[in-house]
Nanobody
Framework: VQLVESGGGVVQSGGPLRLSCEAS????????IVWFRQAPGKAGEGVAC??????YYSASVKGRFTIFKDNAKNTVYLQMNSLKPDDTGVYYC????????????????????WGQGTQVNVSS
């Protein structure tokens, strides 16, 4: 049972990037999935979550990032557009069965299963 992130890299400010979070050993659609990020010197931040068909976004990414599932591939994606240097960090996906409360999705303690992270660097 694991989550594996991919898709990170270096991108210029204003550019797009798509991250993937592939699940193995369980059916991802049965779970709430969140993307967190950790930037150097900053507190970790929940940026997007999908739970029971609902999606949630932090104010810092709303309108620029989209979280969506491909159940056939057992994968959750984070489409990131109009990237900014402040979006730089390590992005982690995490899962919790079967959902998380809408008021708690930004709390990393709500999620038991974590991926290893993928680095995103946005250059100015």
């Amino acid at each position: 049972v694991q989550l594996v992130e991919s898709g990170g890299g270096v991108v210029q400010s204003g550019g797009p990037l798509r991250l993937s979070c592939e699940a193995s050993g369980f059916t991802l659609d049965d779970y709430a999935i969140v993307w967190f990020r950790q930037a150097p010197g900053k507190a970790g931040e929940g940026v997007a979550c999908v739970s029971e068909g609902n999606t949630y976004y932090s104010a810092s990414v709303k309108g620029r990032f989209t979280i969506f599932k491909d159940n056939a591939k057992n994968t959750v994606y984070l489409q990131m557009n109009s990237l900014k240097p402040d979006d730089t960090g390590v992005y982690y996906c995490a899962a919790e069965f079967p959902f998380v409360p809408s008021t708690a999705w930004t709390d990393p303690h709500e999620f038991d299963l974590w991926g290893q992270g993928t680095q995103v660097n946005v250059s100015s």
